[in-house]
């Protein structure tokens, strides 16, 4: 196999009775996460040997067809969903899949209709979520976080330690106060087990027990295995490295649970050797055979990355959807006599406001979530603050009307409860994050990274439908100081497979969040925070809205044919500041196309395209900084792409790197206004750019 897998690969090599138990208490139907060092959890859990080799050989046939390997191991049907290369950031993504559990039970729903695979279960459900962290990833603060969340909603969630005394190669001692992690359940009223994990037969019973204990209903349970790991963190990290030699010496010696076992049944004349030499035949035999599948396997196509970069393509014709036949049934036992009367009041009111012109961007997204959860009860929400509306209401009544577990107030740690999302995305449901303030986003970058990558990552076999929105950006003077003012619209504009949108008007607020909910993919939506209650119109009721730029001003043809005339991209502030202004270029003999950059990624190409073919001129009002902002990354296509439209350069009106001030004489010149874009588009239209 010596040159056939590449990149990190690490072995759990004296570790054997932890898979051991997953394969005797842990059932197929429950839902299994690991973390990189998985290959044997994968084993344990029915994935095909010659699967995991094949996918290790960066094969086609591989679990992932090669877009994984060695540390993102998924299987569908098997339900081990994942490999996650993150420390801990599995953590939150089980809690999630266990609470996607309990939703299967309140709504009624079976796994079935909600085409998470192909067993439906009865009244008598007790499958259970499981999730495996090392002894040094379990000192992460997502831990702490997992127990309250368990804890908090009684989920069905086994946590395994895997306790080999080492975070990477250092002692956990060196590094941690307390490497008893089953104790500190006791804070969260979830029960704990210190394992010895040499003698596999004893750590089977007691996880048989402990599964027990959680598929009666009891909630969650810690089971700490005490192991010794062999082998280094990874191959790059040989045995004879940090004076551990004799160490491992003692250890293969004295720590393996195979040959304890071997040594201790063969002893009593339960295992006859000859009756042990058979299954290490077998085994050889089934090792062989995966290496013989995994080297006939073709190679992926080099177009595969490309078709798994989004699960839905982009110009899907969102309205063309259909909702899940159950909806009606779901609701109708789900949802009270008396909640149903409210929200239709609700909803009701919201159109009538939305038919007068005087919805707010925030009330517009909040009647399209509440147009969706009512339309597909597999839609979820999440977020700090929910029973209260949060900061601008736009989950307003979901706790009131769907419930505790459809609608989970939640930590303040966006990260928590985007990685939640992500679990019950994996498992059926739609799950929508609402995160305040988007700058609060920083909290859950790795979630957030893991929500791009996750589809092509396992092969395309889980497409993340969670919609992440919120109110951002940064407007002239408002105040917030700089950490209220970071771009996260920028900072997550490298994240692939993550479509981002914006919404500056109601009718855009209120069309892409449908959209987005309707996504198969991850999706994430960010208006702008000092509009929210202050711009109103109307909105196209009962329709999605494409993902593309929208032109919402077009200069005159008198400006065009006069070379006056100047292409404008912008978004969230942006288009108040520039609507603002467009008197003022009139009567200087200027105008503009006025165009909303309302998808970020995937970049709306064409529309810039025919307004170039027009003005051959463009400004961008960019509310991100110049240096890695999003205006950068427009010019940069524009002038690869279509430069033979441009008479003049692209000018960028891009925030300073500087941070946002908080006063006002600071803050002018940092961030772009109307006043900046005037200025600009004379520039532009006299040759002085």
Not at 16 to 42: G, M, W
Not at 47 to 65: H, N, Q, S, W, Y
Not at 138 to 167: H, M, T, W, Y
Request: aromatic residues 6%.
């Amino acid at each position: 196999m010596q040159g056939k897998i590449r990149g990190f690969m690490h072995l759990d090599n004296g570790q054997e009775s932890v898979p051991a138990l997953i394969n005797a208490a842990i059932k197929q139907t429950d839902k299994k996460y690991s973390y990189y060092r998985e290959h044997c959890h994968a084993l344990a859990s029915g994935v095909e040997p010659g699967k995991i080799m094949a996918e290790l050989f960066m094969k086609d046939g591989g679990t992932c067809r090669g877009a994984g390997g060695s540390m993102h191991l998924y299987d569908k049907q098997k339900r081990f969903q994942g490999g996650w290369a993150l420390v801990a950031e599995q953590l939150p993504y089980a809690a999630g899949a266990a609470k996607s559990i309990l939703l299967d039970r309140e709504l009624g729903l079976v796994e079935k209709d909600l085409e998470d695979g192909d067993v439906i279960k009865g009244n008598g459900d007790n499958r259970i979520a499981v999730v495996l962290v090392g002894d040094g990833g379990a000192q992460n603060g997502r831990f702490p976080e997992l127990l309250n969340a368990c804890s908090k909603q009684n989920l069905p969630l086994l946590i395994i330690v895997i306790d080999n005394g080492r975070a990477i190669n250092t002692f956990t001692k060196d590094v941690a106060t307390n490497t008893m992690k089953y104790t500190l359940g006791k804070h969260y009223k979830v029960p704990g087990l210190l394992v010895d994990g040499l003698d596999a037969a004893n750590v089977v019973k007691a996880g048989r027990a402990v599964t027990d204990y959680i598929r009666s209903g009891n909630g969650p349970a810690v089971m700490q295995i005490h192991t010794y790991r062999f082998m280094g963190h990874s191959p790059a990290d040989p045995e004879h490295e940090r004076g551990r030699k004799d160490e491992k010496i003692w250890a293969r010696n004295n720590c393996d649970p195979i040959k304890y076992f071997e040594k201790k049944y063969t002893a009593r004349g339960i295992l006859t050797q000859e009756e042990l030499q058979a299954v290490k035949k077998e085994v050889k035999i089934i090792v062989r055979d995966a290496v013989k599948y995994a080297d006939r396997s073709p190679e992926p196509p080099s177009h595969l990355a490309k078709e798994l970069e989004y699960p839905t393509p982009v110009d899907t014709d969102y309205n063309a959807m259909p909702p899940p036949p159950f909806a009606d049934a779901v609701n109708a036992r789900t949802i009270s006599s008396e909640q149903m009367e409210a929200i239709n009041a609700h909803v009701s009111a919201m159109r009538e406001k939305a038919e007068a012109g005087q919805i707010t961007i925030s009330e517009a997204a909040n009647l399209a979530i509440h147009e969706e959860m009512l339309r597909d009860p597999s839609t979820t929400i999440q977020a700090e603050d929910l029973q209260a509306g949060s900061s601008y209401g736009v989950p307003g009544m979901t706790k009131q009307t769907y419930g505790d577990l459809r609608a989970s107030d939640e930590i303040i740690d966006e990260g928590h409860f985007i990685g939640k999302g992500i679990g019950e995305a994996m498992n059926g449901y739609r799950p929508i994050c609402e995160l305040m303030n988007t700058n609060f986003g920083i909290y859950g970058f790795a979630e957030i990274a893991s929500c791009g990558n996750t589809y092509l990552q396992s092969g395309g076999q889980f497409k993340l439908p969670i919609t992440i929105l919120g109110a951002g950006g940064t407007a002239p003077d408002q105040a917030l100081g700089a950490e209220h003012s970071q771009p996260l619209h920028a900072y997550i504009m490298g994240v692939p497979g993550l479509k981002i949108a914006t919404a500056a008007t109601p009718d855009a607020a209120y069309g892409i969040t449908k959209s987005m909910i309707r996504d198969n993919g991850p999706c994430f939506l960010i208006f702008p925070v000092k509009l929210m209650k202050e711009t109103k119109g109307t909105v196209n009721l009962g329709q999605c809205m494409p993902l593309k730029a929208a032109l919402l001003h077009k200069a005159s043809s008198k400006s065009v044919e006069s070379n006056k005339a100047v292409t404008v991209l912008t978004y969230l502030h942006g288009i108040k500041e520039a609507q603002l202004v467009i008197d003022e270029l009139n009567v200087k003999g200027l105008d503009i196309d006025l165009i909303e950059l309302r998808t970020l990624k995937p970049l709306d190409m064409e529309t810039i395209r025919e307004s170039l073919s027009r003005t051959n001129k463009l400004c961008i009002l960019d509310e991100s900084t110049k240096s890695g902002g999003v205006g950068a990354t427009v010019s940069s296509r524009v002038c690869e792409e279509l430069f033979d439209l441009l008479d003049a350069p692209v000018l960028r009106l891009a925030m300073d790197d500087a941070p946002v001030p908080y006063a006002s004489s600071m803050e002018k010149v940092v961030v772009k206004r109307g006043a900046d874009l005037v200025k600009g588009v004379s520039n532009l239209c006299t040759g002085n750019v």
